[in-house]
């Protein structure tokens, strides 16, 4: 399905395969939408914003996410 480039995070999550120990739960804290994230997307969505609504984001929007044991 053509989305005009834009990655929705749904599609951008499923593309990215991450092990637990990297993973951060992200919260926007504009518009509340919830998604994993690597590293470099916690990276990306500070310096750009949410993708969903382009509120700026600060790193107290992340958690890391517990490895199951």
């Not at 637990?20 to 990276?43: H, I, K, L, Q």
């Not at 382009?54 to 199951?68: I, L, R």
């Amino acid at each position: 399905m053509e989305t005009g480039g834009f990655i929705y995070p749904e599609r951008a999550y499923a593309q990215v395969a991450m092990s637990a120990s990297e993973e951060f739960t992200f919260v926007c804290p504009s518009c509340g939408e919830s998604m994993a994230v690597n590293p470099a997307m916690r990276d990306a969505l500070v310096d750009n914003g949410c993708v969903v609504c382009g509120a700026s984001v600060t790193t107290d929007a992340f958690s890391p996410v517990d490895a199951p044991e």
